[in-house]
């Protein structure tokens, strides 16, 4: 079983920055997803296992930027110019298949989620 513990979430102002961070062992496939209250959850960003292939999801594209280190087991979202609908739980999740998917099927484990609140 793989545990994903995820921090850096919190509130910041409309064109600010956050850093997200996951931290979990193993070679999966990592991504970032989030829900919005009364909203589905939504792909965010993902990175293969090596950290040689990226996606990131048209609506970040340009301000956030997902990233890994293997060597600290760690993975990260940092997230500029946010937004006040960039306000959601961000949950991070690791998947076997080890290709950076959007589906959120394609993962087999999920952090329990940090709180991102941007104020306009």
């Known amino acids: 079983q793989v545990q994903l513990v995820e921090s850096g979430g919190g509130l910041v102002q409309a064109g600010g920055s956050l850093r997200l961070s996951c931290a979990a062992s193993?070679?999966?496939?990592m991504g970032w997803f989030r829900q919005a209250p009364g909203k589905e959850r939504e792909f965010v960003a993902a990175i293969s296992w090596t950290g040689s292939s990226t996606n990131h999801a048209d609506s970040v594209k340009g301000r956030f930027t997902i990233c890994r280190d293997n060597a600290k087991n760690t993975m990260y979202l940092q997230m500029n110019s946010l937004k006040a609908e960039d306000t959601a739980v961000y949950y991070c999740?690791?998947?076997?298949?080890?290709?950076?998917?959007?589906?959120?099927?394609?993962?087999?484990?999920w952090g329990q989620g940090t709180q991102v609140t941007v104020s306009s």
């Open positions: 999740a690791a998947g076997r298949s080890r290709a950076p998917h959007e589906s959120a099927v394609r993962y087999n484990y």
């Open positions: 193993g070679r999966y496939a």
